[in-house]
């Protein structure tokens, strides 16, 4: 899977809209980007995923550049409960090992009340 | 039940000692991973199940750890003569399986993990 790149961390205050970014400069035309987060002390959590359309969902809105070498992940209003560890990834459905997961370091976002 | 459930949540032992890890994925989903998370690091793929096919041990860091799946459904993941290194979260994750299994557009759904510590 193609590489990505995160921030390694990241504050919002609660409430307010947070944007997530990500960069995939050598993404591929058939690979789909994808995000998880972790919060403390659980197992990660889809979020949403995208080919080339923007996509809403009931956690998030994904936002893909034109180009597709970024995108980003829109909180729209910050809760303290999505204080947690954000993992932008890229899925093709050719390599890697039968569609394990890597995960890179991610973002940890911080919320602030 | 509606997730994917790991036992035990937590799980102390002493070196040496075997240690066995349950996971009861998502009823209906033929494919199961499991990972392991080391404290603060990504994750670290260890095996795939998918229906009867023969499992990817691809990921498996020694022969010390194994994992079945019995009847398709409910896998363990066993680590005999554990070493201080094999401390982590272990990781059970179930995707939709099928033909969408692995691929570009699946979307997997992990436990809460179980954490071993080893003293």
């Known amino acids: 899977d193609a590489k990505t790149t995160q921030p390694n961390s990241m504050e919002s205050n609660e409430e307010e809209p947070v944007h997530l970014p990500c960069n995939h400069s050598?993404?591929?035309?058939?690979?789909?980007i994808h995000w998880y987060r972790q919060l403390p002390s659980q197992g990660p959590e889809y979020v949403i995923h995208?080919?080339?359309s923007n996509v809403n969902n009931r956690m998030a809105s994904l936002a893909i550049a034109e180009d597709r070498k970024s995108s980003t992940l829109i909180l729209h209003r910050a809760t303290l409960r999505d204080a947690a560890v954000y993992y932008c990834?890229?899925?093709?459905?050719?390599?890697?090992?039968?569609?394990?997961?890597?995960f890179g370091k991610g973002t940890k976002l911080s919320v602030k009340p | 039940g509606a997730g994917v459930s790991q036992s035990p949540s937590n799980k102390v032992t002493e070196k040496g000692k075997d240690v066995e890890l349950r996971c009861d994925p998502i009823?209906?989903?033929?494919?199961l991973y499991w990972y392991r998370q080391s404290l603060g690091q990504g994750l670290e793929f260890l095996i795939y199940?998918?229906?009867?096919?023969?499992?990817?041990k691809s990921g498996l860091p020694s022969d010390r750890f194994s994992a079945e799946r019995t009847g398709g459904s409910v896998s363990t993941l066993t680590i005999q003569r554990t070493q201080q290194e094999d401390s982590a979260v272990y990781l059970c994750?179930?995707?939709?399986?099928?033909?969408?299994?692995?691929?570009?557009?699946?979307?997997?759904?992990f436990g809460p993990g179980t954490r071993l510590t080893v003293l």
């Open positions: 009823s209906g989903h033929t494919a």
């Open positions: 990834i890229l899925r093709s459905n050719y390599g890697g090992s039968q569609g394990n997961l890597i």
């Open positions: 995208g080919l080339t």
């Open positions: 199940f998918q229906g009867n096919s023969a499992p990817d």
């Open positions: 994750a179930s995707p939709r399986g099928g033909p969408l299994a692995g691929g570009a557009t699946d979307t997997q759904y």
């Open positions: 050598t993404i591929s035309g058939t690979d789909y």
